[in-house]
């Protein structure tokens, strides 16, 4: 079966990919109507879908046409719902009047492009499926040989059918509390996300869900839910507007804030990615449909589990030596890591973070011969070696800066903005990307380097060549660096978790969701950021005991139990770990390695049932071969010493046998009774490896 159709009979067209199904209509006028996503549909159905009037009673009041008949809501007329296009063209006119011009199906999608009826001026919509996800986006066409004004171009409309009642789902929070699983019921009006700091932020990720279920909490295991996402780093809004009706659109795309991009006769440009996924069997299946989506269509090496890694940072800071790197390197590799990186503070005049950012060359008092020696013996050691960067920012202290002034973002008549004693250089040049690639081609051409650790500390400010031109610059240097040394791999980080976006995600291998290393606030934050993203992009560190932002104190065990829920990474300072500790740290190593596979790339589900105050996650491997739960407690209260965790998603024939402790138990005891597991005393944490043995005998 086609991924996409043509229906000439009604001119319609019919995607279909993985559980869901997508049509849209040329209306007899020209007009390109939507008529359904969610559940799969068959092209017989198409003509019913057709038949079905959507205008419904309703005073002159009302938008029109409504927004959840159309494909793009674009500005102009009577159109009063959110709208997804806003141009002004070189006479001063603000409204479009789009009507189909021509239309393509290929092999996994559809492209139609819309021309507006008066102006030379085309909005071509772009379709994609990727298994159980439909990507969108839109290329905006200057034919004429007068300017247009983008004042508003979002990526596309997401109408969704009418339902009773609607509730969203996103992920909010702040730095050191990113990705908070946020829940409220929608009532009329609109409910937007965004950022405006020309990143994607902290307060909220590019990601929304909708459905129709319980204001409390999602359901995991039934009822429709569709979402939307955006693959964009900078500035981005989602918005759902609902009316009083029930009826229900989305947009998303680059925020229009200050946005007026210019678009120069003949030129066009193209919006980012949208991504839609459609689950009807609640959150559960929501969570393996993004998973699948960035393990199969956006994350590099998708097939590679990642390394355990050690970071220096907060065991020294800005004092970077050579001889305190290489003892922590020596005790890293003893606990089983395979990837050391030096983080900030190993370049040229970086004894705080008042100078030296843009100079990415090796301090020569610390490093006289440069890093290869430090690199070459943390490869004897059997690690690979990487370094911290923050290519996109440039401290005034700088030699960079003293020759390149105007090569940051400012305005000629104001003052400069400083955040985090940095400020962005201006990526929308080409002599400004060429100049960041050299950097960076040296650095990693002078020593065995095989992981950068990409940092951005700051908003953009003083976005004096717009909004848009900074982010694409930004994907072509990273574009450009991966090219050139293709085996070098990428961490995401902006303060944490500023930057953890499709956008990103398509050019680095995993991504740092936050600065706080405090293993209990960890839970949340890994518990929201794994509804949109897959464990095997989540880094979480191993820190000391009191956490460094939090002075929270945490037994080792929590704490390692915590970070092996994603990609596990050591942070402390191991100079300072006794023997007992670097003993069970080794151990913990040893036991994360016999499941990472099944924590990085299995099917991950949210165990309900327990305590309020018992935070439960499981693992299921591809195969169906093995099943990690962890269980964590802050504190256990009422005499409770046990919970009872009900695991989904196991083989009710089959029997699964305590590695630890090998008791054996059925896949449907577990599953309709539950796995009874042992949580006692303050911040307890429990790991149950279940390995599946053999079919179960029924007599």
Known sequence: ???????????????????????????????????????PIASDDLGALLADDPREFGSNTWSSPRAHTEELVAHGGRRLDESALAVEFAD????????????????????????????????????????????RWTTLVNDGDAPVILDRAYSASWPLPWQPRW??????????????????????????????????????????????GDDARPSDETGAVWSVALAWSGSWRLAAELAADGRLHVTAGVNDFDLRHPLAPGASWTTPVTVGVYAGAGHDELTDRWHAYEREHVVPRPDTVRPVLYNSWEATFFDVRPDSQLELARRAAALGAELFVVDDGWFAGRDDESAGIGDWTPDRTAFPDGLKPLADEVHALGMRFGVWVEPEAVSPDSDLFRAHPDWIHQWPTRPRTL????????????????HVVEALDALLSSAPIDVLKWDLNRPLTEASDGWIGPVEGLYEVLDRVRAL???????????????????????????????????????????????????HTMMAWVTDSPTYLTKRELPLRFRFHSAMTGLLGIGGNLAHWSPEDLAAGAEYVAQYKRIRATVQYGTMRRLSGAPDDVTAVSYRSPSGDQVAVFAFAPSVRHLRRTVLLRLRGLDPDAVYADAAT????????????????ALTGDHASELVVLDRIRPRRHP
């Open 419 to 434: 955040a985090r004693q940095t400020h962005l250089l201006a990526l929308s040049r080409a002599d400004v990307r060429t």
């Open 92 to 135: 001063g006119v603000r409204a479009l009047d789009l009507a189909v011009e021509s239309s393509a199906v290929s092999d996994d999608g559809l492209t139609v492009r819309l021309a507006d009826r008066h102006y030379p001026f085309a909005a071509e919509l772009h379709y994609r499926v990727r298994g159980g996800a439909l990507e």
């Open 167 to 212: 509730v969203a789902t996103w992920l909010a929070g702040a730095y050191a509390a990113e990705t908070q699983l946020t829940r409220r019921p929608l009532g009329p009006g609109r409910l937007v996300l965004e950022s405006r700091r020309g990143i994607p932020g902290h307060a909220a990720q590019p990601w929304l869900a909708l459905d129709a």
């Open 485 to 535: 040394h293709p085996d070098v791999w990428i961490e995401s980080c902006a303060s944490g978790g500023g930057r953890a976006d499709l956008g990103i995600m398509a050019r680095t291998e995993w991504v740092w969701p936050s600065d706080n290393t405090d293993a209990l606030e960890r839970l949340a934050i890994q518990h929201g950021y794994a509804y949109a993203h897959s464990p």
């Open 662 to 677: 090998g008791a054996h138990y059925s896949g449907a005891l577990l599953r309709h009774h539950g796995l009874r597991v």
């Open 1 to 39: 079966m086609p991924a996409a159709e043509h229906l000439p009979p009604h001119d319609a067209f019919l995607l279909r990919g993985d559980g869901f199904a997508y049509a849209l209509a040329v209306t007899p006028g020209g007009d390109l109507r939507h008529l359904h996503w969610g559940g």
